[in-house]
C-alpha cells in the first residue's frame, strides 16, 4: 500500500554545528545521510582524562564555547574540508591546533583534546527539528523574544495554517516528514520529543544564561521542546522545501 501523504509546512532555516557545543552555522541546503546533516557535529570536545559515559567539553562546562565560530576551510567540499575556529577574541586556530586546545584546557582546567567523529557526537539522534510556532510560544512564556539558536536545532519549520495546535511538530511523532518533491529529497522518521538541558539558557550571542528559559519549559512543557529524528531515506534537503508528513 502506498503512503499517503499531506502537505504540513515549509523549511525555514538549517542549521549545522561543525563542533559540537561551538556555534552553528546558517545553511541553503544540505545532504541528510544516515548519521544527519552533513558535518554535523563531526568533531567535538573530548576531556581527556574523563571516564565518565558523557567525557565532552561542551557549554555546560563552559558556556562562553557558544561564542567559539567553526568553518570550513573549503565549503565547496565539505565532507573532505579542513575545519578552523575563530575565537570570541580574534584569533583563528585549526581545530586540532595545540593553541587551541591550550586555551580551552585553560577555561576547563583539563586536558581537551578535539577528535573527529564520522558518524557525529549526538546527545540522543541524529536530526532535531523545532517549529516557529513552538520557539513564539515559548517566547511568550519567557516573556522575551529568543534567538532560535540556542534550541540548536538542525531543522525549523513553518507549518501551515491549519495546524493551529500549539507545539505542531509533536503531532508528527511516530510518522515520517519528507522535504521537497526531487528524485534525491531526504525523509526522517520522527522518533520522539526533545528533552531539555542547560544548554537552552544560554544566549548564543552573548553567553549570557537566562535560568528562566529551561525553568519555563520544565514547568510548561514537562521539559521537552522539539522533536528528535532519524534518516528514514537519504537525501537532500533544502530551505524552502515544502514538507509532506505520513503518520504511520
Same mark, same amino acid.
Given at each position: 500500500m502506498s503512503r499517503q501523504y499531506e502537505e504540513v509546512g515549509t523549511?525555514?532555516?538549517?542549521?549545522?554545528?561543525?563542533?559540537?557545543?561551538?556555534?552553528?552555522?546558517?545553511?541553503?541546503?544540505?545532504?541528510?545521510?544516515?548519521?544527519?546533516?552533513?558535518?554535523?557535529?563531526?568533531?567535538?570536545?573530548?576531556?581527556?582524562?574523563?571516564?565518565?559515559?558523557f567525557p565532552w567539553f561542551t557549554s555546560r562546562d563552559h558556556p562562553s564555547l557558544v561564542l567559539y565560530q567553526p568553518y570550513l576551510v573549503d565549503p565547496?567540499?565539505?565532507?573532505?574540508?579542513?575545519?578552523?575556529? @575563530?575565537?570570541? !577574541?580574534g584569533? &583563528?586556530? *585549526?581545530?586540532?591546533?595545540?593553541?587551541?586546545?591550550?586555551?580551552?584546557?585553560?577555561?576547563?582546567?583539563?586536558?581537551?583534546?578535539?577528535?573527529q567523529l564520522w558518524s557525529g557526537a549526538f546527545d540522543a539522534?541524529?536530526?532535531?527539528?523545532?517549529?516557529?510556532?513552538?520557539s513564539k510560544s515559548l517566547d511568550a512564556m519567557v516573556g522575551n523574544k529568543l534567538d532560535r539558536r540556542r534550541f540548536r536545532s538542525n531543522i525549523v519549520i513553518e507549518t501551515t495554517p491549519y495546524l493551529t495546535r500549539e507545539f505542531p511538530e509533536e503531532k508528527f511523532v511516530g510518522g515520517l516528514l @519528507?522535504?521537497? !518533491?526531487?528524485? &534525491?529529497? *531526504?525523509?526522517?522518521?520522527?522518533?520522539?520529543?526533545?528533552?531539555?538541558?542547560?544548554?537552552?539558557?544560554?544566549?548564543?550571542?552573548?553567553a549570557k544564561q537566562d535560568p528562566a528559559v529551561l525553568k519555563q519549559i520544565v514547568a510548561q512543557r514537562k521539559n521537552q521542546l522539539g522533536v528528535y529524528g532519524t534518516t528514514e531515506r537519504p537525501g537532500t534537503i533544502k530551505v524552502g522545501d515544502v514538507i509532506h508528513w505520513c503518520k504511520e
Open positions: 523549511v525555514k532555516e538549517l542549521m549545522r554545528f561543525l563542533v559540537k557545543s561551538m556555534t552553528g552555522e546558517r545553511i541553503d541546503e544540505s545532504r541528510i545521510g544516515w548519521h544527519g546533516l552533513d558535518c554535523d557535529r563531526r568533531f567535538a570536545l573530548l576531556k581527556s582524562q574523563d571516564k565518565s559515559g565547496t567540499n565539505a565532507r573532505e574540508s579542513a575545519v578552523r575556529v @575563530k575565537t570570541p !577574541d584569533q &583563528d586556530f *585549526a581545530i586540532d591546533s595545540p593553541e587551541l586546545l591550550e586555551e580551552l584546557r585553560r577555561k576547563s582546567g583539563k586536558p581537551i583534546q578535539a577528535v539522534m541524529d536530526i532535531s527539528l523545532i517549529s516557529v510556532e513552538s @519528507k522535504f521537497g !518533491d526531487r528524485d &534525491d529529497s *531526504a525523509t526522517i522518521r520522527i522518533k520522539r520529543k526533545d528533552v531539555r538541558c542547560m544548554v537552552v539558557n544560554i544566549d548564543p550571542e552573548t
